[in-house]
């Protein structure tokens, strides 16, 4: 036999493993609301090739490849545990279990590491919790797929409409064309299901979630008790309305708190999700998720502040174009946004750096921030040059950084990539707050320079979620549980 055909014996092997493994992960999710993660990665709905390849990406971070081979025994075990609501990380089950010397099986293992998701320890379903989108733009719909995505056994997130301007008399055909936009998506691909149309109801039905389309020109306008929808978490994605006086206008019947996708101004809480989540009081009904550059700068902000210290810094930010520049020259209220996004880099505002201070306001150091739009639609950089409390070396942050991504309470917040040709689109659909580009890091001595890539579309709107899912309760617990 050939190398090469041994290779295509392993692959073909694998594979069928990767087969066998689908619908074990599928009725862990879909009976029990058990999320299985590989190093923070979702392996739910993924196909043979996808979860083959979240294996091999491990490689990047742990230095070595995950084989199927390792990680089926742990999912296995798992179906035979009385397993409770959580998310349970099978790459860091076989990574744990490498180290251990106490010479347990790995259903033993598997029974003690997962034990606080399992018997008297787990977590009851709850009942679903509603969902309403106000606005249906990029974000909107980004997070209409992951509540679709997400609804696993229907008892957790439950997307029950969308608010979106009036559609007066070509109601039907604005309702089918928004359809078509949550259907297909120039950047994100194909939606990873069914949708139906039915307009009778004003409703968009999307792999058996019925969607309540309600068309208002205002938050005043609408009941939304009226459709059934009680106790809501209200997601405002028009960014009309910044601070608590205009987003209170949300708080209408059957809506219990309004979050915000932009950066809140005055009182409102800026939260991002794995840095201050655990700050909000639960009386707090309205609140912010900041921005999708803060998001991608804060977590590695902390991370390196806890590490290193640091004393000051500057986030310089490459950003994709967004759909408040035009397309050619035009009246723009922000002098240069209104020259043609697609043909120019654009100097431009980013409140990123001043947002820092709401979110880590134990930080003491001062931080500016500048920012660039560039023509590409999708996926930016921030650019983090910080002046550290001491000095170090450049193998020693990245092994922080990386062992961070790995293992830390940051661990969904922050990816590591050390391919030497990545590039801005391979980053699109990233779930990751930022991701640490080990090539394109510089350490001088107490400076260190971070590239830090970010989806600031499906990146952000994975953070807006994992926030609306913890002041929900039904953000459930990750065994094994990371580092502190």
């Known amino acids: 036999m050939t190398v090469n055909d041994d290779s295509f014996t392993n692959w073909k092997h ?3 493993i990767a087969e066998s493994m689908i619908p074990m992960i599928g009725k862990l999710h879909r009976e029990r609301d058990v ?3 590989l190093h923070s990665r979702s392996l739910v709905n993924k196909s043979v090739v996808s979860i083959l390849k979240t294996h091999r990406f491990a490689r990047q971070i742990a230095g070595e490849e995950l084989s199927v081979t390792e990680t089926l025994p742990f999912l296995q075990a798992l179906t035979t545990l009385d397993l409770g609501p959580s998310q349970i990380d099978i790459g860091m089950l076989a990574a744990m279990y490498k180290t251990d010397d106490r010479g347990l099986s790995v259903a033993d293992f598997t029974a003690e590491a997962v034990a606080g998701a399992t018997g008297a320890n787990k977590i009851e379903g709850r009942q679903g919790r509603d969902v309403v989108l106000y606005g249906f733009g990029r974000i909107g719909r980004l997070l209409a797929r992951l509540l679709i995505e997400k609804a696993g056994s229907g008892n957790g997130l439950r997307l029950r409409a969308i608010v979106v301007r009036g559609g007066g008399d070509r109601a039907g055909a604005d309702l089918v064309k928004r359809a078509s936009l949550l259907r297909r998506d120039s950047i994100h691909g194909q939606f990873q299901g069914t949708i139906t149309v039915d307009e009778a109801n004003s409703t ?12 208002a020109d205002d938050p005043s306008q609408v009941d939304y008790t009226a459709y059934g929808i009680e106790d809501a978490i209200l997601i405002d994605n028009t960014g009309k309305w910044r601070d608590r006086a205009g987003l209170s206008q949300h708080l209408r019947p059957g809506i219990d708190k309004v979050v915000l996708t932009a950066p809140g101004k005055g009182d409102v809480p800026n939260i991002v999700h794995g840095v201050n989540h655990d700050t909000i009081k639960p009386e707090e009904r309205i609140l912010s998720c900041a921005s999708c550059t803060t998001n991608a700068i804060v977590p590695p902000l902390k991370a390196m502040d806890d590490e290193f210290g640091v004393r000051r810094g500057h986030v310089e930010t490459v950003h994709s174009f967004t759909n408040d520049q035009n397309l050619l020259d035009n009246y723009h209220k922000s002098d240069r946004r209104g020259r043609s996004a697609p043909l120019n880099m654009v ?27 560039v023509p590409v639609p999708d996926v930016s950089i921030a650019i983090l040059n910080l002046q550290l409390a001491r000095e170090t070396t450049r193998e020693e942050v990245l092994d922080h950084l990386r062992q961070v991504s790995l293992t830390s309470p940051l661990k969904r917040q922050i990816d590591f990539i050390s391919a030497p040709d990545a590039v801005s689109s391979d980053f699109i659909g990233s779930r990751h707050a930022s991701i ?6 510089k350490v001088d001595g107490d400076n260190a320079i971070l590239y830090l890539w970010y989806d600031n579309e499906f990146g952000y709107s ?3 979620i994992r ?3 913890y002041v929900s309760g039904v953000e459930y617990p990750t065994f094994p549980a990371p580092a502190a």
Not at 436 to 441: I, L, M, P
């Open 204 to 215: 968009i039905v999307a792999n058996g979630n019925a969607i309540k389309v309600i068309y």
């Open 14 to 16: 694998r594979e069928e």
């Open 467 to 469: 926030v609306v899912q």
């Open 462 to 464: 994975c953070q807006v």
């Open 35 to 37: 999320t299985v993660l």
């Open 436 to 441: 640490v580009d080990a090539g394109a890091t």
């Open 347 to 373: 100097i431009t505002e980013t409140g990123a750096a001043s947002a820092v201070a709401k979110a880590l306001p134990g930080l003491k150091a001062r931080i500016t921030g500048s920012s660039i739009r």
